[in-house]
């Protein structure tokens, strides 16, 4: 039972590196989707997704690419790193007719 | 827009004191509110939830009701413990179609508690 896995645990980038964020999920969870946690604002959405093949925008999703292959995987793609960018980066899956959602433990990445 | 406001930290409490956090909210329709736990580095786990008006979610002795006319959603817990040491989220989901679900997190309350 290994709920959502989410890698790298940390990560340090320098500016204009391209990088994946991994997100793992093994419950079988039709919506998956990415937060970033910055301190003082909360969690933002970034994006997130209903179903393998479909995936929509969330409140800050300008920088970063995403794909839905699979039910189990969602991985977050930032193609050219900027250092606003620098966050803790959180993967949450649920079902879609569910309240809870289940969060991975969550990557912090720097850019410098 | 849709949004949640909560009190700001941190809140630094003796054990065994009284805990409120408050917790505000501007939706359209109606939407279902819960309050989130993060321990320190870890991801965040659901502690309550309320679906609908005058519903009250209770979990390891935190409770929160919902209250429409105030468009609130406070939490208490009447005896804190060092273990309470965490950030805690209110959030909303809409729960309308267009919405998906999603969650609108406040920015949190950092809760420190001393033995």
């Known amino acids: 039972n290994a709920g959502v896995t989410q890698t790298p645990k940390f990560q340090v980038l320098k500016t204009g590196q391209s990088m994946t964020l991994q997100c793992a999920q093994d419950?079988?969870?039709?919506?998956m989707s990415w937060y970033r946690q910055d301190p003082g604002m909360g969690l933002r959405l970034i994006h997130y997704s209903v179903g393998a093949g479909i995936t929509d925008q969330g409140e800050v999703p300008n920088g970063y690419n995403v794909s839905r292959s699979t039910t189990e995987d969602f991985p977050l793609r930032l193609l050219s790193a900027a250092p606003s960018q620098t966050s803790v980066y959180f993967c949450a899956s649920r079902q879609v007719a569910d309240y809870g959602y289940t969060f991975g433990s969550g990557t912090r990445l720097t850019v410098v | 827009g849709n949004s949640v406001t909560q009190m700001e930290g941190p809140v630094t409490l003796s054990e065994e004191a009284f805990l409120t956090i408050n917790c505000t909210y501007t939706a359209t329709g109606y939407p279902s509110l819960f309050w989130y736990v993060q321990y320190p580095g870890e991801g965040l786990q659901l502690l309550l939830k309320?679906?609908?008006?005058?519903d009250k979610g209770s979990n390891k002795g935190f409770e929160a009701t919902y209250r429409k006319e105030t468009t609130s959603f406070h939490l208490e817990k009447g005896s804190v413990q060092v273990s309470d040491s965490a950030v805690y989220f209110c959030?909303?989901?809409?729960?309308?179609?267009?919405?998906?679900?999603?969650?609108?997190f406040g920015k949190g309350t950092k809760l420190s508690v001393k033995p």
């Open positions: 959030a909303l989901r809409l729960n309308y179609g267009g919405s998906q679900g999603n969650l609108i």
């Open positions: 309320a679906t609908k008006a005058d």
């Open positions: 419950m079988n969870h039709e919506y």
